[in-house]
């Protein structure tokens, strides 16, 4: 005769292991349209142009989608109305900041980092169209509060 212990931990992972977390799926449904509008654009076209593909594919899977999204700083008691913009926010989740450049530099990285911290979201992606193969253009960001 044999027993199974399993505690909740367990049950829960056995009941939802081809589940994945809301984000994730969120973020591949993201990466799947910026392949698709990168396969069938290619790169070179302005910033704005991918931008606007992104969002309008998105919306067209049924996502909520904010562009151009302000992003307040907030310093002690001050918060300031800057000007500074986040390109996209899917699902009010996840950031995503599309580019048209020659690198990532570390200096983009950063600017995503304080979106996220100043919007209080965790995820975030930028996307630069401007590579021959897309899959070296994504950099995933994650903000650890």
Excluded: W
């Excluded at 005769?1 to 931990?9: C, D, G, Q, S, T």
């Excluded at 996502?63 to 008691?77: D, G, I, Q, S």
């Excluded at 918060?79 to 990532?104: F, H, L, P, Q, W």
């Excluded at 911290?117 to 630069?128: A, C, E, K, Q, V």
């Amino acid at each position: 005769m044999y027993f199974v212990f399993l505690n909740v931990f367990s049950i829960f992972y056995l009941s939802n292991r081809c589940a994945m977390p809301p984000q994730e799926e969120i973020i591949k449904a993201i990466l799947d349209e910026a392949f698709y509008i990168h396969k069938s654009i290619g790169p070179g076209m302005l910033e704005n142009v991918y931008k606007t593909c992104l969002a309008y594919r998105l919306r067209q899977k049924g996502l909520y989608v904010e562009t151009e999204k302000p992003v307040a700083v907030v310093f002690e008691e001050i918060k300031m109305e800057c000007g500074y913009r986040a390109d996209i926010v899917v699902e009010k989740s996840v950031v995503i900041e599309t580019k048209n450049i020659d690198a990532i530099a570390p200096l983009h990285v950063a600017q995503l980092l304080t979106y996220l911290r100043f919007l209080n979201m965790r995820f975030g992606l930028i996307l630069n169209f401007n590579s021959v193969l897309l899959k070296d253009g994504i950099k995933r960001v994650i903000n650890g509060f």
